[in-house]
């Protein structure tokens, strides 16, 4: 290892592992959680804002799901890449800076060893996604990319947000978890309809905890309520995620 990659791995943040109950986090030097599992269902989505970042089932076929590619950029505990290689049955790729976070996944949150259709990229995400490899490749692109004192997106320019879209295939869709409604959600949302077009945003209210999911779609579509709402409730009994509810705090950006 070069000194240079030694100063690099060394800046990055200790990870941990807490139980809380039947419930376990994943931290990054800090209490801040930067994910959980249910320890006896470590295949479901345990936090709500997560559940929120599969938002993009409302817009695809049920029957398709399992022939598309979920990408999420920021492992965290492996939720979303675990939902989607386990439950919806899809090809999945997680890129991931730090190689203690994508350990302590493997030995602490059940996630699944690489397969055909499950492969973990150990990566800077903003270097590797703009690899012509992945272009037009990607149904569901998850990013949740925080550092270690979760203030604010460790990636979050127009730049950026175009390399995301570009990742796209053309009825695809980016689900971005923005903590707290304050100056940078606002800030994080220009750069977003900078990128893809405001026409192309939807979010939903905050959590409770002040987590906001955007979703922005490759190509933007407006489906009437009554639609997504069944849509909603297809999504809820075919793969138990709370969607039912969904409509009532997801809504187009205006």
Request: aromatic share 8%; charged share 25%; net charge neutral.
């Amino acid at each position: 290892m070069t000194t240079r990659k030694k100063a690099a791995a060394a800046e990055l943040p200790e990870v941990s592992v807490s139980d809380d109950g039947d419930v376990r986090h994943l931290h990054l030097g800090t209490p801040w959680i930067q994910g959980s599992m249910r320890i006896d269902e470590p295949f479901e989505i345990e936090l709500e804002y997560v559940q929120r970042m599969m938002a993009w089932l409302l817009f695809v076929e049920p029957a398709g799901v399992a022939k598309r590619h979920a990408m999420q950029l920021g492992l965290g505990a492996g939720a979303i890449t675990k939902f989607c290689h386990k439950k919806l049955r899809m090809c999945c790729t997680a890129m991931e800076l730090n190689p203690q976070v994508h350990a302590v996944c493997r030995a602490w949150f059940k996630l699944p060893p690489d397969g055909p259709k499950l492969r973990v990229v150990l990566a800077d995400a903003a270097q590797e996604i703009r690899k012509p490899e992945w272009h037009g490749t990607v149904d569901a692109l998850a990013v949740d990319l925080y550092d270690h004192e979760a203030a604010a997106p460790v990636l979050d320019s127009a730049e950026f947000y175009a390399d995301c879209r570009a990742l796209l295939t053309e009825d695809g869709a980016m689900t971005v978890n923005l903590f707290g409604r304050s100056s940078s959600y606002e800030r994080s949302l220009a750069r977003m309809a900078e990128a893809f077009g405001a026409d192309a945003l939807w979010a939903f209210k905050p959590t409770r905890e002040g987590n906001t999911v955007v979703l922005a779609q490759r190509t933007p579509t407006r489906p009437r309520r009554a639609d997504l709402l069944a849509r909603a409730e297809a999504v809820q009994a075919r793969w138990d995620l709370p969607a039912a509810k969904w409509p009532r705090v997801f809504k187009p950006v205006e």
